[in-house]
């Protein structure tokens, strides 16, 4: 009786006298009378990756992955039984023996890309974020490793979720937003493609285009700067200036050929947004092509895309097509059709190792940097992208961004942290990212 989970139900059901089933806690009942059987539970009350697995009604999906593959999982089912010899009365027959069959072990299901150490550790490390996202990629094969969005949702609180101003049910790794200051990042890559990443310019703190005036974060200015000190102290004066040497088109074709502007399929509903692009009219109008410079105007994209630059900077310049889906299991042990992510080359090696080295100085010569770990070598870059919008104190949310690989001297793992109108990216984004780094070192990932 103490391991009874619904004591109501039991009495209800041991009223009769025959035989009948009810829940435990425990398969350690030792009694002749008493047959334990272990049932398989279908989502965990802390469901881990609970925006992709999605979830079932009335034991078919309806969201997510169990909705995509629902025929799939439901192909192979088991079920145990015990037969009893009663009485007229229902009662069990004394000196007959119960027959017990136990159904067989079910071992054919889906098998994601998805990493259980790394996916917990998005997930504890990311509720810190009011709202947003971490996703972690293996750089060399493009598999999403983990992938968590927040605030989350379990299948008990829907009602809630529905009605939650924040929006629980967004993946917000699949949703696009305003870049900000990574996307220099593909505008580096031009200026080191067309031979300009040895241009200087003095910033004085603000920079005139037209009859528009730009300013940098820093009012006084930063001074002569050259590319590598430019990523490293964010400065927009410096990629608006440096853009002037470029021609849009040639920067909105890079963005393209590094997939901004592209949806992602990860399965028949988890796509990630587009995104925008300006089109090739507006890149024509000077203040547009100096705020898409540096990742402002009418630029947005996903955290899944960003993550795919980040991974084909550390992977020598290969662009992979990020994969979630590993295949299809029979036995519970290999994978059948197992498909690998379609590679292309985007840029060459030389170009990867300097926009390597980019990354690396923003993340160790910029002292307001919070995101680098005590035990690996990483190489990052951060975001405060402007979004419009403002608050009754008429102050502008933001959305801070990290996103980084690391080790550097051998790149295994990009991350990916957004902090949705959380602020300055190296208040709101760089701890989250330093904190999965460094667990996932402590596992031995």
């Known amino acids: 009786l103490p391991y ?153 609180t829907l009602e809630n979720a529905l009605n939650n101003e924040d929006s629980p049910l967004i993946n917000r790794t699949l949703y696009a937003y305003p870049v900000g200051s990574i996307f220099k990042l593909v505008t580096a890559t031009c200026a080191t493609e067309n031979g300009l990443e040895s241009f200087f310019y003095n910033c004085t703190g603000k920079i005139e285009i037209g009859t528009q005036t730009f300013h940098c974060h820093d009012l006084e200015g930063h001074g002569i700067l050259n590319l590598e000190q430019a990523m490293t102290y964010s400065c927009n004066p410096y990629f608006i200036a440096l853009s002037k040497h470029m021609q849009g088109k040639t920067l909105l074709q890079k963005a393209n050929e590094l997939g901004f502007g592209k949806s992602i399929k990860l399965s028949e509903s ?111 870059k951060t975001s405060t992208a402007q979004t419009g919008r403002f608050d009754e104190n008429d102050e502008e949310y933001c959305h801070g961004w990290v996103t980084g690989f690391f080790p550097v001297n051998n790149p295994k793992y990009a991350v990916t942290v957004l902090a949705e109108d959380g602020g300055y990216g190296n208040e709101s984004a760089a701890p989250v990212f330093r904190e999965i780094i460094s667990d996932m070192i402590k596992e031995g990932f």
């Open 270 to 380: 988890i796509v990630a947004d587009e995104g925008t692009l300006p089109t090739s009219q507006e890149i024509l109008l000077p203040a547009e092509k100096a705020n898409f410079c540096f990742g402002q105007g009418f630029l947005t994209a996903s955290p899944l895309q960003v993550s795919r630059l980040t991974c084909a900077i550390a992977n020598g310049g290969k662009l992979l097509e990020p994969r979630l889906i590993r295949g299809i299991t029979n036995n519970g042990i290999s994978v059948e059709s197992e498909k690998t992510s379609n590679t292309k080359i985007v840029f060459d090696e030389e170009t990867a190792e300097k926009l390597q080295k980019l990354m690396v100085s923003a993340a160790y010569g910029n002292a307001d940097f919070n995101g680098v770990p005590d035990n690996v070598t990483i190489a990052a």
């Open 4 to 156: 009874v989970k619904n004591k109501d139900e039991f009495y209800e059901s041991v009223s009769y006298g025959t035989p009948f089933a009810c829940s435990v806690n425990t398969d350690k009942i030792e009694n002749d009378d008493i047959t334990i059987f272990s049932v398989p539970v279908r989502n965990s009350k802390n469901q881990l990756a609970q925006h992709l697995i999605g979830y079932t009604q009335d034991g078919h999906g309806v969201a997510g992955l169990e909705a995509d593959y629902d025929n799939i999982l439901h192909s192979e089912s088991s079920s145990s039984c015990v037969t009893f010899t009663v009485n007229g009365l229902g009662g069990v027959m004394s000196g007959e023996q119960k027959l017990i069959r136990n159904g067989q072990k079910i071992t054919s299901g889906l098998v994601t890309t998805l990493k259980t150490d790394i996916q917990r550790i998005c997930e504890i490390r990311g509720k810190t974020l009011k709202k947003g996202c971490v996703i972690v990629m293996d750089v060399k094969t493009g598999d999403i490793l983990g992938s968590a969005s927040f605030p989350s949702y379990t299948i008990d």
